[in-house]
């Protein structure tokens, strides 16, 4: 889980952020600003500034925001000069668009503002399609517009090539100005802004939606914002009914205003195509006399502020009903209020104008169970001065309570100030409703101050938008104002704390702070408040009360990702108790070291303890005899010879003590054969490998040992319930390794998986099999550093850790197991037949397939039945219409085609009887396993130099591709301990490119081969581990007329696997020159190819032959692969079925010992692919 | 040939990386389970024997219940009694007899620890102290004792549904499991009883007693939760601080009391939850016996 920000102005205009792993405000220091707003969302933040205008802050990321320009230069032949840039009057201009339709030659290209700069000068692309041209990147036709070849061909009479050039935007991690051209016109200030929309269009795209309120309550949208353009282009008015005072958006299409009048406007008719939406409708506020005055809204909830400061949960809103249906009251009294990702919901409290978290949002319970202050220091004042920021802010967290404690005194004493108490007194005070609000201390000693500070809260939360005033450079107050609070004693005798004004100046400083909030005098304010907390810290010897009580004036948690399993630290804050808040002491400080303490004494003295007590009587009889012990079931077995069937079964496992104090096994199947009882039986410590097979109907699993492997035929399995069979699982990969004598994380190499005359089992069956069933598509790993990456691109790192996911509580390590989670999406398809009654409708012919289906039509997938991949797997949304298909589709989603099955396009044409649409629902997966998350870059293809065994490597290179095809170089990443946090690496360094790529491999002495989204070549020059990222691209020509899609390099050899299943060989690869010479064919059907560092060749094949039908998924290992014969001659094949993603990049072993981690890894996650071939797994003969 | 080399190098490179890497909470509750108490079974002089009955050297497991881990104990002393002597079996420990009901390890930490080992524990066939102890006619009666404790446990740790989700041969697992030590099969189904909801941050109320030898009252019982309304982890000192507030001494003061979990003492600052989860007995309850520290 990466961390996030939650962002807060406080009411003196301050921005700051809290991330979610932190616990201290930050603050957001840019010299001259004040904020009144601020918006964000997870890659930037938007706000407007006292002086009116709107700013924005991008955060940097290790991958530029790049945008690529591009023109086309046109040329005619002529036979007097041959091709020259004299065109035709009927041509297109000499520089021009692609369509040709625009005049575009390259001085016209102006950066769009300042804040973009070119990356280098303008350039000719020599890549044409994906294969490279002749110098000069000239393509030819006949004439203008045709189809464009790179060969020149007598006829070619036209010839065009393509200059482009990149930019790039440079402002990252600063408030940059947005223009806002129509202010000149029309003097009207922004007064509330809001951002969202990303979640409706896809991820590649990344648009945002932007709204703005003016003074005047007219509604203003920003276009054009997206990963491309952070900025946008132009406002545009939005017409509304009324004036509208401020505005919500939310992830989703939900958007909603307040009108002045304390109504509510819905936005309806938000969607992919129109962000802006279309028309308003009009909701009441939900108590008659009281109107609105804020409101926020997430993907599914709005929340509202009445006048009243009452707190407001709307009912049943979500996409298709955006006004939901009645108001909940909540508890709370609140000033402002604010949705952020995953619904959860953060507040400003109407008090005491705290920042509060509502806790327990869950989908399931979206109004959530109570408010939760979040009460952790600030560091301004502190991390400005010149003492050791970090000394100072571990002293923050550890007095954190103390803090709190002052702090709250002050604001609550005007209360009840008669009440008069010797300072320090602790009271708490009773809890309001549900509302958990923190006990809160009262310290009523100074009333006095208390009052001022009540008065001065007051004026500012009037002047929500204060007027310009004159900047008066008077020292900072709030930190003058606690000196005299921070011990009462000291108020009554001055001399002790140096430079503490008389009281009575107070009341100046108070008029001087109204005024500073208001002016743009901040950066004064700011040096004094340095040179005072200075003063402070010289004067008063005592660590407590350090801070002015936070308050707050707005608060977005648009890019704070808060989910149930996220451990914050934000809420540790006032104690009851002397004993508690020394506890808390600690556990606010926490490190290994200090956690360590109990249990590391619990460990000796466990030991000591079993020491003393069994040492010297060993010889004593034990009291309980150590017995077989037997678990039985029924099950359903596959029957090992035909006719196959399943057929009822009682399955046991007995475990006993083996010679060696092992335990060990027997697992034991009696079924009935012709009325006769038999039996069938196999050793545990024989078991190879357990891979439990999803199947739609059954919950079926398969046990492999060595000789089953061979005979490609496992004993398969199903269990009742797929609880039973989970159980049954972990209970058999303990027994597995039990009788091993495994316990312990995976070794470098050997663990992995191992081969046996050419036969795959992993040797260490279940654990990485069963400790994380789920993620890694891709997983590359290299002397124990192991990398992997989820479905939802989040790249993983392995810790060394081992267990997890469901064998929790059994057999896991608790030190490296870190919580896991990976989205994917589900896709179903509505299919309709067109008849020319009723036109498109979903009654097919008898012969069609289902109306609802799965990608063949074979099976039935409706929007009901249809499940997540296992039960560990939970919906996340609702169902969605799919965009983003290969080829296509209609603005309501729709591919056209003759008939089922066809290849589907995006237009309807006449020729067209059947079309369908792909709904997508993404689903969750949260476990445990010994990963590590490696934020923030998503990524889709990952690779790691293969290292010998004995080489000493302090630098291990590793690369990337992100999803969006941006190429990585990860930087810092050793293996001098495996699992460590060495093997994280540090950080990325992109790697600059002309287009998208999506595979990456990484040879022996650093040679870096990659494959373009188009189907393109290209060798990396010149990298070394001195040059980690190299100098430049050679592009490789692909086969002829093939597209690459997969590249794997091992010692030398160099495989590629393109979109046709064709695996190619690169010839001629020597080290003086790396990038070869021609591609050799050496097998179909391949649909994943991994070398690995001592050029073993591992794929995984389609289509071989099994003894019924064809199999898809299986690994298969080239026989006869050597030193002089890197093509080897033959396949073996290896276990069947399903598999997805091979590796064998970690094994550098001689023969036979093969590595292949996430095959174990993923085979759980990629087996729905197989169901049409499940009978037939490892029914494939040997040797065919 | 081949998996038989690579199976013992195997074994080789995980042991190495064992040592490696620090214990394991996990290796707490194998350390647990296989708590072993050497005793030595005295009969009673009191006892009219046929010849003079040898002692029985026994190790009982911590975690398991006197009547169920002494039918060899009963044999040994059987044969040198007369049979119709042969009644219900009781133990005492120097004067006290020892409740079957309560686990070997607290009967053990509560009576004898800080003694020298074995455990001296003298037999009994005649006068069954009626008023001290309970009947225990089969095990069966101990099976239903241990799985109303567990019963009660899940009912503080989880209102009860846990234990109640679970079918009868999964509680008969979890009793199989203690009665024959079988560490596996009882955690197979006990880390079900040991889930909590993340966010909660631990169990509704710990399920704990607290025994002193010289107090009226067998034990303490009472509702405490792992994490105070505040959201602050409880330690073991929070819950001494409210049920036995003498047990926390002052640095300077002498010690008065132990505080002791499976014979070992763990700091005060240890986390009430972490207890819970990993100290308790298979009963699902964290027994804590207090008792005077020793003069010396």
Not at chain 1, 464 to 485: F, N, Q, T
Not at chain 1, 630 to 635: L, N, S
Request: aromatic fraction near 10%; proline fraction near 6%; hydrophobic fraction near 35%.
């Amino acid at each position: 889980m990466p961390s996030s920000l939650l962002w807060a102005v406080d009411v003196y205009g301050r921005v700051y952020s809290l991330s979610t792993a932190g616990q201290q405000w930050e603050h957001c220091r840019d010299a001259h600003l004040e904020f009144k707003r601020v918006t964000a969302v997870q890659q930037c933040c938007w706000s407007i500034a006292c002086d009116h205008n709107i700013y924005l802050y991008v955060h940097a990321s290790e991958v530029p925001i790049r945008y690529q320009e591009e023109t086309y230069e046109n040329q005619r032949w002529n036979p007097v000069d041959g091709f020259s840039d004299r065109l035709l009057p009927s041509d297109r201009w000499q520089w021009s668009d692609i369509t040709g339709l625009k005049h575009q030659p390259l001085g016209d290209f102006q950066l769009p503002s300042e804040n973009w700069e070119w990356e280098a000068d303008w350039y000719i692309d020599e890549n044409f399609g994906g294969e490279p041209t002749e110098k000069g990147g000239w393509t030819y036709a006949i004439d203008f517009p045709a189809t464009y070849t790179k060969d020149k061909k007598w006829n070619s009479c036209v010839r065009r090539r393509r200059w482009i050039r990149y930019r790039r935007y440079k402002a990252q991690d600063t408030w940059v100005k947005i223009p806002s051209e129509q202010t000149e016109s029309l003097p009207d200030p922004f007064n509330d802004i809001t951002c969202g929309g990303w979640e409706i269009t896809e991820e590649p795209r990344g648009c945002l939606a932007l709204w703005a309120v003016s003074l005047q309550g007219k509604v203003w949208f920003r276009c054009d914002i997206n990963h491309h353009n952070p900025e946008g282009s132009v406002w545009e008015e939005v017409p509304v009914p009324g004036e509208v005072v401020q505005i919500s958006c939310g992830p989703g299409d939900l958007v909603w205003a307040v009108l002045w009048e304390g109504h509510l406007l819905v936005r309806e008719g938000v969607g992919r195509d129109c962000l802006k939406g279309s028309s308003w409708v009009t909701v009441e506020s939900p108590s008659p006399g009281v109107g609105v005055v804020h409101v926020a809204v997430g993907v599914n909830v709005v929340w509202a502020v009445t006048k009243d400061h009452k707190v407001w949960f709307r009912r049943g809103v979500n996409s298709h009903n955006p006004c939901g249906s009645g108001w909940i009251g909540m508890v709370g009294e609140m000033v402002m209020i604010n949705v952020g990702l995953s619904d959860q919901v953060w507040a400003i409290g109407f008090e005491d104008r705290a920042v509060y978290f509502r806790q327990g949002v869950t989908a399931s319970e979206l109004s959530g169970k109570a408010w939760k202050v979040v009460s952790v220091p600030r560091d301004s004042e502190r991390s400005h001065s010149s003492a050791s920021a970090s000394s100072l802010q571990s002293a923050g967290c550890f007095f954190g309570g103390e803090v709190r404690l002052q702090s709250q005194a002050s604001m609550l004493s005007d209360a009840d100030a008669e009440t008069e108490r010797a300072g320090g007194e602790v009271v708490p005070t009773p809890e309001i409703g549900d509302a958990p609000k923190p006990r809160i201390p009262k310290v009523t000693s100074d009333s006095f101050i208390s009052e001022l500070v009540s008065d001065r809260e007051g004026q500012i939360s009037r002047c929500d938008v204060p007027p310009a005033g004159p900047s008066i450079p008077e020292e900072d107050h709030p930190e003058k104002e606690l000196e005299d609070r921070a011990s009462p004693a000291q108020v009554l005798s001055p001399s002790q704390s140096g430079g503490v004004d008389p009281q009575w100046s107070n009341v100046d400083l108070e008029e001087a702070q109204t005024h500073l909030t208001s002016g743009p005098g901040g950066d004064a304010a700011e040096t004094s408040s340095l040179s005072s907390v200075a003063t402070y810290n010289l004067a008063l010897e005592e660590p407590y009360g350090l801070d002015e009580p936070p308050k707050w004036a707005w608060v977005s948690g648009g890019g704070c990702l808060v989910e149930c399993h996220t451990q914050l630290n934000w809420f540790n804050s006032s104690t009851s108790t002397a004993l508690n808040s020394s506890m808390q002491a600690m556990s606010l400080s926490i490190t290994p070291a200090q956690t360590a303490a109990w249990r590391k004494q619990i460990f000796e003295q466990l030991s000591e303890r079993s020491k003393r007590e069994m040492e010297n009587f060993m010889h004593y009889e034990q009291a309980i005899e150590q017995s077989v012990w037997v678990k039985k079931g029924t099950m359903q077995w596959w029957r090992d010879w035909k006719p196959h069937k399943w057929v009822d079964v009682q399955f046991a496992l007995e475990q006993f003590s083996g010679v060696e104090g092992n335990k060990d096994g027997i697992l034991f199947i009696y079924y009935t054969f012709n009325d006769e009882k038999k039996y069938l039986h196999m050793f545990i410590n024989e078991v190879t490998i357990l891979v439990p097979v999803l199947n739609d109907s059954k919950h079926t699993f398969a046990i492999y040992t060595a000789e089953r492997t061979k005979q490609r035929w496992p004993m398969r399995l199903a269990a009742a319930t797929e609880l039973e069979m989970h159980d049954w699982l972990a209970l058999l990969s303990v027994s597995c390794c039990d009788s091993r004598g495994i316990q312990g994380p995976p070794s470098k190499q050997a663990i992995w998986s191992v081969t046996c005359k050419g036969d795959i089992f992993v040797s260490e069956p279940t654990k990485e099999l069963e400790a994380s069933p789920y993620p890694t598509p891709c997983a590359q790993i290299s002397l124990g550093v192991v990398w992997g990456i989820g479905y939802d691109h989040t790249a993983w790192v392995h810790t060394g850790g081992y267990g997890g996911g469901f064998f929790q509580g059994l057999a896991s390590s608790t030190d490296n197991i870190y919580t896991q989670t990976d989205v994917k999406s589900v896709y179903i398809y509505e299919n309709q037949r067109w008849n020319p009654v009723t036109g498109y409708t979903n009654r097919g012919l008898p012969t069609d397939r289902y109306m609802w289906s799965n990608a063949s039509g074979l099976k039935e997938c409706t929007k009901n039945n249809t499940k997540p991949p296992s039960p560990n797997w939970t919906w996340v949304s609702d169902w969605t219409i799919d965009y983003a298909v290969p080829g296509g589709t209609d603005r309501e989603g729709w591919q056209y085609a003759a008939d089922f099955p066809a290849s589907y396009h995006g237009n309807k044409t006449l020729k067209d009887f059947v079309r369908r649409r792909r709904w997508a629902r993404k689903c969750k997966l949260t476990t445990t396993g010994p990963w590590q998350e490696v934020p923030p870059i998503p990524l889709s293809d990952i690779t790691i130099l293969p290292c010998g065994p004995k080489s000493t490597v302090e630098q291990v290179s590793l690369w990337a591709i992100s999803n969006k095809g941006d190429i990585l170089c990860r930087l810092g990443v050793t293996s001098l301990t495996p699992g460590s946090s060495s093997n994280y690496g540090s950080s990325w360094l992109h790697v600059g490119t002309d287009q998208p790529f999506k595979s990456i491999s990484i040879g022996a002495v650093h040679q870096v081969w990659a494959i373009a989204k188009d189907g393109s070549a290209f060798y990396r020059g010149s990298v070394s581990a001195q040059n980690p990222a190299g100098d430049c691209w050679y592009h490789i020509p692909s086969p002829t007329g093939q597209k690459l899609k997969q590249v794997s390099v091992g010692r030398t050899s160099v495989y590629t696997v393109d979109e046709n299943g064709n695996l190619w060989y690169r010839h001629g690869v020597t080290p003086s020159y790396p990038q070869g010479s021609s591609w050799e064919h050496i097998s179909n059907n391949v649909r994943k190819v991994s070398v690995g560092p001592l050029d073993q060749v591992w794929v995984i094949a389609d289509k071989v032959q099994g003894s019924h039908s064809l199999s898809c998924g299986t690994v298969c290992r080239r026989l006869g692969v050597l030193p002089m014969e890197p093509k080897g001659h033959s396949w073996d094949y290896g276990i069947g079925g399903g598999w997805d993603h091979i590796t064998v990049r970690g094994n550098a072993m001689e023969a036979p010992r093969i590595v292949m981690p996430s095959l174990t890894d993923n085979q759980t996650a990629t087996r729905p692919l197989q169901t049409s071939n499940q009978p037939e797994m490892n029914g494939n003969p040997v040797g065919c | 040939m081949t998996s038989l080399v690579v199976k013992n190098e195997l074994n080789a490179s995980c042991r190495h990386l064992m040592n490696v890497i620090m214990a394991d909470d996990k290796d707490v509750l194998r350390d647990v389970w296989f708590g072993r108490i050497p005793a030595c079974f005295t009969l009673s002089p009191e006892e009219t024997t046929e010849r003079e009955a040898e002692p029985y050297y026994l190790l009982l497991p911590r975690v398991s219940y006197l009547t169920l881990v002494t039918d060899k104990v009963k044999k040994h002393f059987l044969r040198v009694m007369k049979a119709e002597d042969s009644t219900e079996m009781w133990f005492e420990y120097e004067g006290t007899p020892l409740k079957w009901h309560y686990p070997i390890g607290v009967l053990f930490d509560l009576h004898a620890s800080n003694t020298a080992l074995p455990w001296n524990v003298t037999v009994h066939f005649k006068n069954f102290p009626e008023h001290d102890l309970l009947h225990c006619t089969s095990n069966s009666v101990i099976e239903a004792h241990f799985m109303s404790c567990i019963k009660e446990a899940d009912a503080l740790k989880h209102k009860g549904q846990v234990i109640n989700d679970m079918q009868k041969k999964d509680h008969k697992q979890l009793w199989m499991g203690l009665q024959n030590d079988k560490f596996d099969q009882f955690w197979a189904m006990n880390r079900k009883l040991m889930e909590y909801p993340t966010d909660e941050g631990g169990f509704r109320y710990i399920p704990f007693r607290m025994y002193q030898t010289m107090g009226e009252r067998p034990f303490i019982q009472k509702l405490f939760r792992p994490v105070s309304p505040e959201g602050h982890t409880l330690t073991l000192g929070d819950l001494l601080k409210e049920l036995f507030p003498a047990a926390i001494c002052a640095e300077d003061e002498p010690k008065r009391f132990q505080v002791m979990i499976h014979g070992i003492e763990p700091l005060l600052e240890t986390p009430i939850q972490w207890l819970s989860e990993h100290l308790s007995h298979p009963d699902n309850f964290l027994h804590i016996s207090i008792i005077p520290a020793p003069s010396d």
